[in-house]
């Protein structure tokens, strides 16, 4: 063949088989965070390539999964918004996609009243799913009174945590100041309870807690313990430590207010203790009181007549104002004498230790603070009869020497023996008004002849040696 129709061959075969070409628009999608993007037939979740015939419409869902957002869109680099998807109508050229997913965040609006601090504070953003803790510290002096999360109320908490957040929420705490309380323990020994008012055992610092021991029948209340030392009933504490008290209760059989152990003797275990010499033990008589002195340095028995009943016997420490010439060893001595009759005379007879005596006895009246002799006095027959080692003191009922001043067949008579200073001279002074009375007096004694007795030894000068001193 010639070179000219080999050519003429060669392009008619090359028309012949020129392929019919279709173009194809190519799409680069890519997704960075949690979510998708999707065409109806394809789902791309990191980077795909796809490519479409020229012309069609090609609609892309921007699909963030669950608990994620659409953050940004670019096509071809140009944002467009946080769209929930796009289409690329009647694609013609290739082009790119891409979408970004963000966590979806809620708030949590946290705050603190005055006294205490929650952290973090403020509007906090949360992201969905996750967790968020609070730590509610109170400041120095303060406690955390409460946590209201979402308006109710979850309990003075030191923390709260939020989990699995999906909306939404508030905390608040709230403070108060601290107050120390302290504790209450009296335990008891023998038979009677303490009172406690207020009652309680917390007690908030400062506070006042009066406690009253009460003995069961044939019991009397001897002292407190541990941390309150003493006899003083009622008693007020000041709370300002924990405390644990003891009451102890003593047997007293014959209910006279003295224990049996105060009444056997000095030391307290001589059942048969009689200091009043009567041949009956004191402990079972009501009328006869034995006890130590309120110092305990002195051991001394109080009777009165056999029949009467001695109760509210009391040795206590001195209130001041004495008589400034004397010396009261055996401090103050209180009692009362019941069960006589009404405006009748009565005798109380104190017996010191054996080798002890005294000068006079002064009775001292408490609403006046002021002391008394109890010098003998004819007229009323009344007044202090001193042998020795025993005072026998003489009263009506209702008249000198009976305190409350009544004829209510009880007499009572604070006071105590008193022994004149050394330094100080004193005529020594007789009486006879209870020597029908004494185991020591004559009996056969007349009223007459005590009566000419005494006006002898006091030389008819009564009046000029009363004595009355206030304070
Ligand atoms: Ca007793
Ligand atoms: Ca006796
Ligand atoms: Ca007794």
Not at 14 to 42: E, K, Y
Not at 100 to 126: K, R
Not at 331 to 347: A, K, N, Q, R
Not at 415 to 421: D, E, L, Q, S, Y
Request: hydrophobic fraction near 35%.
């Amino acid at each position: 063949m010639a070179p000219r129709r080999r050519h003429l061959f060669a392009a008619l075969v090359a028309l012949t088989f020129i392929p019919v070409l279709t173009h194809a628009a190519t799409l680069t999608v890519s997704v960075d965070g949690s979510g998708s993007i999707g065409d109806g037939s394809s789902t791309c979740t990191e980077g795909c390539t796809w490519d479409y015939p020229d012309g069609i419409d090609v609609v892309l869902s921007i699909t963030p999964d669950t608990g994620y957002h659409v953050a940004d869109v670019l096509v071809d680099g140009t944002p467009v918004g946080a769209v929930p998807g796009y289409t690329f109508t009647g694609i013609a050229s290739d082009h790119t996609i891409s979408a970004s997913f963000a966590a979806d965040t809620y708030t949590i609006t946290s705050t603190a009243g005055a006294g205490g601090v929650i952290d973090p504070s403020g509007s906090i953003a949360v992201a969905s799913g996750t967790s968020q803790t609070f730590a509610i510290t109170p400041d120095t002096g303060y406690h955390v009174e409460d946590v209201l999360v979402d308006g109710t109320s979850v309990g003075a908490v030191p923390s709260h945590t939020f989990t699995n957040v999906t909306s939404d929420h508030t905390i608040s705490a709230s403070f108060a100041v601290t107050t120390a309380s302290y504790t209450l323990q009296v335990n008891t020994s023998g038979q009677g309870v303490v009172l406690r008012d207020p009652e309680g055992t917390e007690f908030v610092s400062g506070s006042q807690v009066r406690l009253l021991a009460s003995a069961a029948h044939g019991w009397v209340f001897d002292r407190w313990s541990g941390d309150l030392i003493g006899s003083e009933n009622p008693v007020t504490l000041t709370m300002d430590a924990d405390r644990t008290i003891e009451a102890a209760f003593l047997e007293d059989d014959d209910l006279d207010g003295t224990s049996n152990t105060d009444e056997q003797g000095p030391g307290g275990q001589d059942k048969s203790y009689d200091g009043n010499h009567d041949g009956i033990a004191d402990a079972a008589q009501a009328n006869v009181v034995s006890r130590h002195t309120y110092d305990s340095r002195y051991y001394l028995t109080i009777a009165s007549p056999r029949g009467t009943t001695l109760v509210n016997v009391i040795m206590e420490g001195l209130p001041g104002g004495e008589p400034r010439n004397f010396a009261f060893p055996y401090g103050l001595i209180g009692f009362e004498v019941t069960g006589i009759t009404p405006g009748s005379s009565t005798t109380v007879t104190i017996f010191l230790p054996e080798e002890e005596t005294c000068t006079t006895y002064f009775k001292h009246d408490e609403a006046m603070s002021a002391w008394d002799e109890f010098y003998c006095d004819y007229a009323s027959r009344t007044g202090a009869d001193i042998s020795r080692n025993v005072i026998t003191l003489n009263y009506v009922d209702g008249l000198r020497g009976d305190q409350d001043g009544i004829a209510d067949g009880t007499i009572t008579d604070p006071g105590g023996p008193a022994v004149k200073h050394q330094s100080e001279s004193w005529n020594e002074r007789l009486c006879f008004l209870s020597v029908a009375d004494t185991p020591r007096g004559n009996a056969a004694c007349s009223w007459i002849a005590i009566l000419l007795a005494c006006l002898l030894v006091t030389g008819w000068s009564l009046p000029s040696r009363k004595r009355r001193i206030r304070l």
